[in-house]
Nanobody, 126 residues
């Protein structure tokens, strides 16, 4: 069984930074690709970022490019999302998701991920 636990969310002013973490427990963490998604009240869940199991491939949703950085430490079974220059529109619950196989081109499709965390709230005040 694979379990994901996010942490690091909170309240920050616009222009500030936060780092959210996703600890993955279970077998073969290093073989799982991980995606970050977010969902704001009344909105659809949207893709934020993706990292392949080796970390060689990373992708970002256009609105976060240049501000967010995804990374992973397989020795710690952890994926990080460093968020800088935060904007009020970044306010959402952030979820990490994992799967052993995420087809190329489908990294932003949340239905491709089997395992999900409970989410962590990020609130950016203006």
């Amino acid at each position: 069984q694979v379990q994901l636990v996010e942490s690091g969310g909170g309240l920050v002013q616009a222009g500030g930074s936060l780092r959210v973490s996703c600890v993955v427990s279970g077998r073969s963490f290093g073989r799982y690709a991980v995606g970050w998604f977010r969902q704001a009240p009344g909105k659809e869940r949207e893709f934020v970022s993706f990292i392949s199991w080796k970390g060689a491939e990373v992708y970002y949703e256009d609105s976060v490019k240049g501000r967010f950085t995804i990374s992973r430490d397989n020795a710690k079974n952890t994926v990080y999302l460093q968020m800088n220059s935060l904007k009020p529109e970044d306010t959402a619950v952030y979820y990490c998701a994992a799967d052993s196989i995420v087809p190329s081109g489908a990294e932003g499709d949340y239905s491709q991920y089997t395992y999900w965390g409970q989410g962590t709230q990020v609130t950016v005040s203006s």
